[in-house]
């Protein structure tokens, strides 16, 4: 078998990695290890930014996102007993998020795929890159699949990123001391915008999919067990931490799905090697904070398209030599944004009261400088694509 782009991962980023692809007569294959109701199911983060929108409207593919996301043009910062809007519409006018579950991006870009008559494989085991530097293949369940390149989107955990020789990446990391718990309730949001909660028993958020489902997540303890969070458990510590303006209460309801996400950031430079280029959560991770890592995906996929179809097209190298460089600009970008994010709403543990004070401080001005909140504001929505 033969293809021009080897495509691992069936993710945001390899899916619509293949779709642009499509769109520009390039052919591609894409290899998942999971099934396809795995990935359709499997929830993750949900906002998107505008160019994120922008880029899926201008594939065709984002009828649904228009019809079912929610916009937004504001989130709410609460701490010390009140709320605080940064009003989007003001700030950044014209640039907005919009509230859709990555699960129904996946799902949009499967059905575009098939519908072209893709060829996308599930529950495809035991794929490996051979030959990254030149002629590249892959093999994976007793077949093979020479490629003139291969995108590694296989995610964080993928095969990609070990397969480059040891001594070529240079990875770049950051822990945090505490993780994510987030639920899915079926339950109305109790709020019209997300409230990201600075809070001293730890950081809470309300985010929402529908008008009939929302999102929370509360932060944990980075060794936090799914088990020892029984839905009463969740429900307290969601109104301990959000309950805390006046005229605000939480509406519960039956909790859906659970899970525990470790809080990192996470750097691989270059994010190529040979013919093998990687994209989103194979290269690079961001705390969730700042919502930005669906975003980065679509971000390092628009690159390695323009990239590509120069080199299928007009036999250019110059893009795809210069692939990671593009991308890294905006990856570091969006690592510090999500930094700053968690860092100005989580506790740690390792702070004193001189710590406290000072993140307070940090929150009173993002508050009250329309300089500060303008920041906030202009990278949450996202810096407009070069
Ligand atoms: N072979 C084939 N497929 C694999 C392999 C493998 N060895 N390892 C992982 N995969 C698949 C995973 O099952 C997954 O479907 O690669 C896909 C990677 O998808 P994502 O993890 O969603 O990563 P990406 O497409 O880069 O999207 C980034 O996802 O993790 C979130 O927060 C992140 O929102 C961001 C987005
Ligand atoms: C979500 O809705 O899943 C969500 C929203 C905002 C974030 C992270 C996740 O910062």
């Known amino acids: ?49 505008q160019g994120t929108v922008d880029t899926l409207v201008e594939a065709g593919v984002g009828g649904r996102l228009l019809r079912e996301g929610l916009p937004h043009h504001g989130i709410e910062l609460r701490y010390g007993g009140a709320g605080h809007r940064i009003p989007f519409e003001k700030l950044v006018p014209g640039r907005a998020i919009t509230v859709y579950g990555q699960q129904e991006v996946v799902k949009d870009l499967i059905a575009a795929r098939l519908e072209a008559g893709g060829d996308v494989r599930f529950e495809v085991e035991d794929v490996a890159i051979h030959s990254p530097e030149d002629r590249p293949y892959l093999t994976f369940g007793g077949e093979r699949l020479d490629c003139d390149v291969i995108a590694g ?42 409230i990201y909660a ?44 959000l309950e805390t303006v006046p005229g605000f209460a939480l509406t519960t309801g039956e909790i859906i799905e659970k899970g525990v996400t470790p809080m990192r950031g996470f750097v691989t430079e270059p994010m190529q090697y040979g013919r093998l280029y990687l994209a989103g959560d194979a290269a690079h991770i961001v705390p969730p904070t700042g919502a930005k890592g669906l975003n980065l995906a679509v971000a390092d996929v628009r690159v390695l398209t323009e990239a590509l179809a120069a080199f299928f097209h007009d036999g250019s190298t110059g893009l795809l030599d210069g692939y990671s460089e593009a991308c890294l600009k905006r990856v570091w970008r969006a690592q510090h944004f999500s930094w700053w994010m968690t860092t100005l709403l989580h506790t740690f543990d390792s702070d004193d009261d001189y710590g406290r004070r000072l993140q307070l401080s940090h929150l009173d001005y993002v508050t009250s400088s329309e300089v500060a909140a303008t920041t906030l504001a202009e990278n949450y929505v996202g810096l407009p694509f070069p």
């Not at 052919?27 to 990935?39: A, G, I, Q, T």
């Not at 397969?163 to 070529?168: K, Q």
């Open 153 to 194: 989107c296989d995610g964080f955990h993928g095969v990609s990123r070990p397969s480059v020789p040891p001594g070529v990446l240079r990875t770049y990391e950051r822990d945090y001391p505490f993780a994510w718990l987030g639920i899915l309730a079926r339950v109305a949001p109790s709020s019209e915008e997300l």
């Open 198 to 241: 600075r809070n001293e028993r730890g950081f809470a958020l309300h985010s929402m999919r529908t008008p009939e489902i929302s999102r929370f997540y509360l932060q944990v303890p980075p060794d936090a067990d799914v088990a020892e969070w029984p839905d009463e458990r969740i429900w307290a510590e969601l109104k301990a931490r």
């Open 1 to 49: 078998m033969r293809t021009q782009v080897g495509i691992i991962g069936a993710g945001p980023a390899g899916l619509l990695l293949s779709h642009l692809l499509h769109l520009r007569g390039i052919s591609s294959v894409v290899l998942e290890k999971r099934s396809r109701d795995y990935v359709e199911r499997r929830v993750r983060a949900g906002v998107l930014e």
